[in-house]
C-alpha cells in the first residue's frame, strides 16, 4: 500500500507557490480553467433567485465575472444543471465601474441623477430600458436622462419596451439577465445608497411577472443586515429566497486540491498521493466540487499536513481544526484566506519530512492568514479597525458594557466619523439610525468580526483576536510561545 | 337482500351466459355497469334470431334479479350503439372463475380510478406522498426530505393537492409568505379563462426551508391567500376544482389538468424534483394524484391491518387497470412507481418482516405479472421477496416522539440536520433512490 511516495517538496512548492488573487476588478475576464465551482453555490445560478449575499472575499464579484463569461456561462448551466443559464443573454446592469458602457450606469451617472432629484425608480427603470431595447427596433440607447424625460411623458414605456424584449426573448428560448454588483458605490452617502438599492429591489420583485426577464444582486452582508433596505411592499418575495455565498470547509479543500491539480509539476504528485490513500474519487479534477465524502477528502489533507495538529489527537485534527480556525463569526472562511493559510504554511521553515507541511506551519499559516483578512476586511468596512483597536490587550468574551465603554474612552464612534470624513459610506450603514454603539456592534456582528453568545456576552473569534492582539478568558495560564 | 348481491352480480352474468350459450360467447362481449350497478351485456355477434334474443334476455333477469337492465337485458353487434362499446378502450378485463370478462364501469363518482395510468416519467422527477389514513407521518416526511434536499442544493417544488383537507401550505408556509392563490384557484380558473405564463408566480410562495446556502423550497399550497380572506368561497370552489374541463368538446381529465399545471410551473424555473401531497384515502381526488401525473407514489401506512386492507382494496383496483393495458399491448411500468412507505416501524424486526412478507402477498396477488410457461417469461414484471430494489420493498420511517409537535413553518430552525438525520436517513437515501431511478427512467433510450 505504501509502495508510492510522493514528492512532497513539489507539492510543497507549489503551495508556496500559490498566488490567492486578490479581489477581482470591474470588467475583468475569468477563464473556464481557473474557475472552481463549489456544489454550494449552486443558487447563486438559479434564475429565480435575484438576490445574492456575500461578506467580503466569498465571491460576489466572481460570480458576476464567470456569469458574463459566454464559455464559462455553458459549463456552469451544465455543472450545476441549469440548462437555461446556457441560453441567458448577462447584461452588466450596474458594477461600480467609472467606465463608460452601453448598459451599465458609472458611477458618475448615477450619482448625479439622484443628486439631481431624480427619482430611483426612475433611474432603473430607464437603465432596464436601454438594456431591454437593444434587441427591439427604436432609439433608446442614449443617454438615461433622456430616457427618463421619455418616461415622464410616456407612463407605460417601462412596461411597454420590457414586455416587447420578454414576447422576444420567450420567443427565441432565451432569457435576459441583468447583473447589478457594487452596490455601496451607488452613492458617497448611505441614505442615498439605501434609496437607489431599495429602489433596484422592488424592480426586480416586479421583473416576476415576466418569463424571461431577471435580475441578479449582489450584496454585502452590512447592506444586507440592514431592515430599512426592505421597507416596501412585497419585499418579502426578494429576500425570502435570497442566496448566502458562503465556503463550507469540504468546498475549501476541494479548491486546495483544484489549485493543485493546475500546477503542472504538482499535479502528479497529488494524483500519487490520493492513490496512496485511496482517495482518488475526492480530486474535482474538472473544477466542479465532486461529491465525495468528507472522510475519503481527510485522507488526502491527512497525507499533505498530517492527520493531527501535534504529535497525537489531544490537539484536533488538522482536517477540522483548520476551517475552524480560520472561520468568522459566521463560521465560514474565504477561499483566498484559505489559500494564504496553506501558502503561509509552505513557507514555514524546516521543512516537515514525509508530508508537504506540518502543524507548526500551519499555526504560522493562520496568523499570517489573519493578518490578511484583517487588511481585507478594512478596505470594504473602515470602521472595524477603530473598534477592534479599542480592545486591545482586553479579554474577551466580555460584557457589553463594558465593550461599550471601551468603545467611549477611545472615541471610536467619533474616530470612525472623522475617519470617514466626506464619505460617509466608510461608516456603518446602521449609523443612520443612531445609537452610534449598538449600531456598530450590530454591523460588527452582520460581517462576523464579533458576535453574541448565548449569556449576551461580546466575543471574537479566534481569526480576528489573534491579530488585533485581543486575549482570550482561560483558566490555565500559559507562557507565551511567541516570540 | 334477496336474490344476488353486488359482489355476485358478475359471476352470474357470466355462469348464465356460459351455461346458455358458451364461455367463448362470453368472453367475445362486453358487460356494461351502470351507474346504479344494473348490468346490461352486449354480445360480440349478431343475434342469431329473435328468440336467442328474447331467451338470454329472459334468462339474464331472471338470474340477475334487481341487477339486470329490466329494459334491455342484452343487446347484440348491429344493435344501435353496440360497436362502439364493444370497442371502447375503458374496457377493464375483469377474470370471473377461469374466465375473462369485458366490463365498462359507469361511475359518477370514483371516475378518475378508471383512467388510463401514466407510464411516462417526468423531467422533473415527481414524487406523491400518498396515504389511506391520516396522521401515519406523511407531511412530516415530505417536509424533512424537502428540507433535506434545498440542503443539498437541490430544488424542490411541493404541490398540495389534498384540497379537502390542506395543511401542508400551513405546515410550509408561514402567512406571510402564502401566496395569492393556490392550487384550488388554478383548477377552477383553468377550465374558464385559463391563466397567463405571467401570473404563475402568484401561486407560489418561497418556504422557509429555502436555504440561502443551498437550494430552493417552494410550495404551491391548496389555499392562497384569497380563499383564507374569503373562507365561503372555498366549498363552491371545491366543486369546480375536480371536475373534468371540457375545451372546444373534448374534455380534459382532472389528472391531465393537474399534470400541466406542474409542468407549467417547473418549465418556468428550475426545479430538481416536484413534490405532491395528496388526498388520504381511495376517494376520487387521490386517482389523478395517484395514476396521473407520472409520478413515484409513496404510500404511507402503517403495520396494521388496516394499512394492508385498504391497500388491498386499492391494489384489486389497480389489477383491473394493468390487465387492461396488457390486453390493449402497454406494458403497464406505472406499476413500477407505486413504493410502500412502512410509517411509525418499530424496533421490533418480526413486525417489519411480516410487513414486508404482506407487501410482497399484495404486489405479487395484483401488480405483479402473473407467472406463465410460455417462452416469453423474461419480460415478466416479477421479482423475489427479498430484493431491496424491488417495487415492494418498503422505505422504513421509524416511529419517533420528537416529530409529534413538528412544525418548520413557525420554526425553521426545528429542522436542522442532526435533529432529523438518526431517524430519516435510511427514509431519504431510498427517497433518493427512487427519485434517481425514475429520472433514469425518463431518459430516451439511454
Known amino acids: 500500500m505504501n509502495a508510492i511516495q510522493p514528492d512532497f517538496a513539489v507539492l510543497r512548492d507549489a503551495i508556496a507557490a500559490f498566488d490567492p488573487s486578490p479581489r477581482v476588478e470591474p470588467n475583468a475576464t475569468i477563464s473556464v480553467e481557473e474557475a472552481f465551482l463549489p456544489a454550494g453555490h449552486r443558487g447563486v445560478l438559479d434564475l429565480r433567485r435575484q438576490l445574492v449575499v456575500g461578506n467580503r472575499g466569498m465571491g460576489k464579484s466572481f460570480w458576476t465575472h464567470a456569469l458574463l463569461s459566454g464559455d464559462l456561462r455553458s459549463r456552469l448551466a451544465e455543472v450545476y444543471k441549469h440548462p437555461q443559464l446556457a441560453n441567458a443573454d448577462v447584461v452588466i446592469g450596474f458594477n461600480g465601474s467609472s467606465k463608460e458602457s452601453p448598459t451599465a450606469p458609472t458611477v458618475d451617472e448615477i450619482t448625479s441623477l439622484y443628486a439631481g432629484g431624480c427619482d430611483p425608480d426612475l433611474i432603473w427603470r430607464a437603465v432596464m430600458i436601454r438594456i ?42 432565451k432569457t435576459l439577465l441583468v447583473v447589478f454588483d457594487a452596490l455601496d458605490r451607488l452613492g458617497r452617502d448611505w441614505e442615498s445608497i439605501r434609496q437607489l438599492t431599495r429602489a433596484l429591489l422592488a424592480l426586480a420583485v416586479g421583473l416576476q411577472s415576466f418569463r424571461a426577464i431577471r435580475a441578479k444582486i449582489f450584496m454585502r452582508v452590512d447592506q444586507f443586515a440592514d431592515q430599512e433596505l426592505f421597507r416596501f411592499p412585497d419585499s418579502s418575495k426578494i429576500k425570502n429566497d435570497h442566496v448566502d455565498l458562503f ?103 524546516p521543512a516537515p519530512a514525509g508530508r508537504a507541511v506540518d502543524h507548526l506551519g500551519l499555526q504560522e499559516g493562520v496568523r499570517q492568514a489573519s493578518s490578511s483578512r484583517l487588511e481585507e476586511l478594512y478596505e470594504d468596512y473602515p470602521w472595524i479597525q477603530p473598534a477592534l483597536e479599542a480592545l486591545r490587550r482586553q479579554f474577551v468574551p466580555m460584557e457589553r458594557e463594558q465593550l461599550f465603554e471601551l468603545w467611549a474612552s477611545e472615541r471610536v464612534v467619533d474616530r470612525i466619523r472623522e475617519k470617514a470624513a466626506s464619505d460617509e459610506s466608510r461608516t456603518p450603514v446602521k449609523f443612520l439610525a443612531g445609537d452610534e454603539p449598538s449600531a456598530l456592534l450590530s454591523s460588527m456582528r452582520d460581517v462576523a468580526v464579533m458576535e453574541e453568545r448565548a449569556n449576551g456576552k461580546i466575543n471574537v473569534p479566534d481569526i480576528y483576536r489573534v491579530e488585533a492582539a485581543i486575549l482570550r478568558k482561560g483558566g490555565v495560564a500559559v507562557p507565551k510561545r511567541r516570540g | 337482500m334477496a336474490g344476488p348481491l353486488f359482489d355476485d352480480s358478475l359471476a352470474v352474468l357470466v355462469a348464465t351466459l356460459a351455461d346458455l350459450v358458451d364461455g367463448e360467447f362470453v368472453e367475445a362481449g362486453t358487460a356494461l355497469r351502470d351507474a346504479s350497478g344494473q348490468l346490461t351485456f352486449i354480445a360480440g355477434r349478431e343475434a342469431a334470431d329473435d328468440a336467442e334474443r328474447d331467451k338470454l334476455g ?116 408561514a402567512s406571510d409568505r402564502t401566496p395569492e392563490f393556490g392550487a384550488i384557484d388554478y383548477l377552477v380558473e383553468d377550465g374558464l379563462g385559463g ?123 389497480l389489477q383491473l387497470l394493468a390487465q387492461r393495458d396488457t390486453a390493449a399491448g402497454r406494458d403497464a411500468d406505472w406499476r413500477m412507481m407505486l413504493k410502500p412507505v412502512y410509517a411509525k416501524a418499530s424496533l421490533d424486526a418480526s413486525v417489519s418482516e411480516r410487513f414486508v412478507d404482506e407487501m410482497y402477498e399484495l404486489y405479487s396477488a395484483h401488480l405483479y405479472d402473473a407467472e406463465t410457461d410460455g417462452a416469453e417469461a423474461i419480460d415478466l414484471l416479477r421479482f423475489a421477496r427479498s430484493d431491496e430494489s424491488a417495487p415492494h420493498w418498503p422505505l422504513i420511517v421509524p416511529f419517533s416522539q420528537s416529530f409529534v409537535d413538528f412544525d418548520p413553518g413557525r420554526n425553521a430552525d426545528q429542522l436542522t440536520q442532526n435533529f ?20 433514469f427512467a425518463s431518459e430516451p433510450n439511454a
Open chain 1, 247 to 349: 465556503w463550507r470547509p469540504a468546498e475549501l479543500y476541494g479548491l486546495l486540491l483544484f489549485e493543485l491539480l493546475r500546477d503542472p509539476q504538482a499535479s502528479g504528485p497529488l494524483k500519487e498521493l490520493a492513490e496512496r490513500e485511496d482517495a482518488i474519487a475526492a480530486l474535482p479534477n474538472t473544477g466542479a466540487q465532486i461529491w465525495s465524502s468528507e472522510e475519503t477528502q481527510a485522507r488526502i489533507i491527512n497525507g499533505l499536513a498530517g492527520e493531527f495538529m501535534g504529535s497525537n489527537k489531544k490537539r484536533g485534527r488538522v482536517y477540522s481544526w483548520l476551517p475552524l480556525h480560520l472561520s468568522d463569526a459566521a463560521q465560514t472562511c474565504s477561499p483566498r484566506i484559505f489559500l494564504t493559510a496553506w501558502k503561509k504554511a509552505a513557507e514555514h521553515y
Open chain 2, 58 to 173: 329472459a334468462a339474464l333477469i331472471e338470474a340477475l334479479g334487481s341487477y339486470a337492465r329490466t329494459d334491455r337485458p342484452i343487446s347484440f353487434r348491429g344493435d344501435s350503439g353496440s360497436e362502439r362499446l364493444l370497442s371502447a378502450p375503458e374496457r377493464l378485463p375483469v377474470k370471473v372463475g377461469d374466465r375473462f370478462c369485458q366490463v365498462i364501469d359507469r361511475r359518477i363518482v370514483g371516475a378518475g380510478w378508471l383512467d388510463e395510468p401514466t407510464s411516462v416519467a417526468t423531467d422533473p422527477p415527481r414524487v406523491v406522498f400518498a396515504t389511506l389514513k391520516g396522521g401515519v407521518g406523511r407531511s412530516t416526511a415530505l417536509a424533512i426530505a424537502a428540507a433535506d434536499l434545498a440542503r443539498r442544493n437541490r430544488n424542490v417544488l411541493v404541490v398540495d393537492l389534498d384540497l379537502e383537507a390542506p395543511g401542508l401550505g400551513d405546515l410550509l408556509l
Open chain 2, 420 to 439: 432529523y438525520e438518526q431517524t430519516y436517513r435510511e427514509f431519504l437515501s431510498g427517497l433518493d433512490a427512487a427519485i434517481n431511478a425514475s429520472t
Open chain 2, 195 to 317: 391563466i397567463a405564463d405571467s401570473d404563475l408566480y402568484r401561486f407560489i410562495g418561497s418556504s422557509g426551508l429555502t436555504q440561502g446556502g443551498g437550494g430552493r423550497v417552494d410550495v404551491l399550497p391548496a389555499l392562497g391567500r384569497r380563499s383564507n380572506n374569503q373562507p365561503e368561497n372555498i366549498l363552491p370552489k371545491l366543486s369546480r376544482a375536480m371536475i373534468e374541463d371540457v375545451v372546444g368538446g373534448n374534455s380534459i381529465p382532472v389528472a391531465a389538468q393537474i399534470s400541466k399545471m406542474i409542468a407549467r410551473i417547473t418549465a418556468r424555473e428550475q426545479y430538481d424534483v416536484v413534490f405532491i401531497d395528496s388526498r388520504a384515502g381511495l376517494s376520487e381526488l387521490a386517482a389523478p394524484a395517484v395514476l396521473g401525473l407520472g409520478a413515484t407514489v409513496l404510500l404511507f401506512g402503517t403495520a396494521q391491518k388496516q394499512t394492508i386492507e385498504g391497500y388491498r382494496a386499492l391494489f384489486a383496483a
Open chain 1, 132 to 173: 431591454a431595447s437593444r434587441a427591439l427596433p427604436g432609439k433608446h440607447s442614449g443617454s438615461l436622462d433622456g430616457i427618463i424625460a421619455s418616461l415622464g411623458t410616456d407612463p407605460n414605456l417601462y412596461s411597454r419596451i420590457l414586455s416587447q424584449a420578454d414576447d422576444e426573448s420567450a420567443r427565441t428560448g
